[in-house]
């Protein structure tokens, strides 16, 4: 017999063989001993994760399901069939000659159950074992922690069990070793898989009396946080350490406000970028409260910003609300009066001299001459018989206790005031600016601190 006969003759024996196993064969049919259950063994090859979707907490994992029973009612004798040991038969129950397949549904299904699991052809043995291995995709739930975001680390599960039989009918135990095959795993660019575990269950639902087994496959990811490091957080802390730098630029240029409106307008650019890569839910992820908090440090930037440059315009901008708010507060009865109240009581134990006092010794500023006239005036009527030494500045009053200063304030206000409050203002507007760009200085260093040291590795 030549070789084409030989192989015309292999062919025919295998024809044979299917007719004759599945002359009789029910792919309806559990295939088990009456009274007993069918022993099943489960287990999966990983392959890859090809999406993890934390905005619709979906994990799609490429895998091969892989399947191992016994078929009692597929068996025969190699030695009457040319010694073959092992046929492939479809599991495909539209196909011709598909055998009993066990219906093995993902619980935490996302979309429909197995949809996109191929029916491959199974591995037929002499003995009636059957491997079955099912490649495919499935869309499992996962609930993400986002706590700790882009360091975050997932726990997401594949949970595998029966949908019709029970314990009494199909026993579901785990292929052992390995249950879960990663020597085709193919790494993800966005995840690390830290560990995994393989767990047995078994579980009493509400709807029906008998016992239901699952196998769970549980996976530990890392996420990669190198995206987000390198086009979030530093363009976003580079971003925010211009608020520092908008300090230094020159009040009176006109600049420094926009300056500090850009940064904060680019930080809230960068929190809407972030925004569309999470879920729209209650938590607070790390990197959520980082551009946050940045947020705020540069409205308070703003703020500040146009406080101080109000203060040193004081002397073009005196009339604005600002300004008029300040006088009022000043000028109001009662705090002038506490302030005469305070002052008397601090030198109320100063030495008291009488004597004649010509006003034209107070000075007023040379701009504003003209009213020193009217000061001598007033002064020629006024009989001095008080004067009360502070260290050195002199508080004269006149014989109906009313201070000379207060007397002769009208007539040197036009003239001293301008000088005076400009002076002010400009020391007031430095010496906040100088405490304000300590104080951010030195909440900013430790807000940062504060949330690096939060990262959990």
């Not at 037929?124 to 360091?151: A, H, M, Q």
């Not at 087994?213 to 490091?229: A, E």
Request: hydrophobic letters at 35%.
């Amino acid at each position: 017999m030549n070789l084409i006969t030989a192989l015309i003759s292999l062919g025919n024996t295998e024809k044979t063989l299917r007719d004759t196993i599945f002359q009789d064969y029910s792919s309806d049919t559990r295939p088990s001993p009456d009274g007993k259950p069918l022993n099943l063994n489960f287990g999966i090859a990983l392959r890859a994760f090809n999406a993890v979707d934390q905005v619709e907490g979906i994990l799609s994992t490429n895998v091969w399901l892989r399947h191992y029973w016994n078929d009692i009612h597929l068996t025969w004798n190699p030695e009457d069939y040319n010694n073959i040991t092992t046929i492939a038969v479809n599991t495909d129950p539209e196909f011709e000659h598909s055998i009993w397949i066990p219906d093995m549904y993902l619980y935490n299904t996302a979309e429909k159950p197995m949809e996109n699991l191929d029916y491959s052809r199974a591995n037929l043995y002499f003995n009636g074992d059957i491997i079955w291995s099912r490649p495919g995709l499935v869309k499992s739930t996962c609930s993400f922690d986002l706590e700790y975001f882009p360091y975050d680390r997932q726990t997401c599960y594949l949970k595998f069990g029966s949908w019709v039989y029970h314990k009494s009918q199909m026993n579901i135990s785990i292929r052992d070793p390995p249950a879960i095959d990663s020597s085709n795993y193919q790494k993800s660019e966005g995840w690390d898989v830290l560990d995994y575990k393989v767990n047995y269950n078994e579980i009493k639902y509400f709807c029906c009396p008998e016992i239901y087994p699952d196998i769970t496959f549980s996976f530990y990811l890392q996420r990669k946080s190198g995206y987000y490091d390198l086009n979030i957080i530093i363009p976003t802390y580079a971003t925010a350490s211009l608020m520092i730098i908008s300090l230094l630029v020159p009040w009176d240029s006109g600049e420094r406000i926009s300056f500090a409106i850009t940064v904060m307008l680019s930080l809230i650019v960068f929190l809407l970028i972030l925004s569309e890569s999470l879920p729209k839910t209650d938590a607070h992820p790390l990197l959520s409260k980082m551009l946050i908090g940045l947020t705020f440090f540069s409205l308070f930037v703003v703020f500040f910003t146009v406080i101080i440059s109000a203060l040193y315009s004081y002397k073009t901008n005196r009339d604005t609300p600002f300004f008029q708010c300040i006088k009022f507060a000043k000028d109001n009865p009662i705090t002038k009066r506490i302030s005469k109240i305070s002052r008397r009581f601090s030198n109320r134990n100063s030495t008291v001299e009488s004597y004649d006092v010509n006003l034209e010794e107070i000075d007023c500023p040379e701009s504003e001459i003209q009213t020193r006239t009217t000061s001598y005036n007033l002064a020629n009527n006024i009989h001095i018989s008080t004067l009360k030494k502070r260290n050195s500045n002199l508080d004269i009053l006149s014989n109906d206790g009313t201070y000379i200063s207060d007397i002769t304030e009208g007539s040197c206000e036009n003239s001293n005031e301008s000088k005076k409050s400009v002076k002010m203002y400009k020391k007031l507007a430095a010496k906040l600016e100088l405490i304000f760009t300590f104080i951010f200085f030195a909440s900013f260093i430790i807000f940062s601190l504060y949330m690096f040291s939060s990262v959990p590795y």
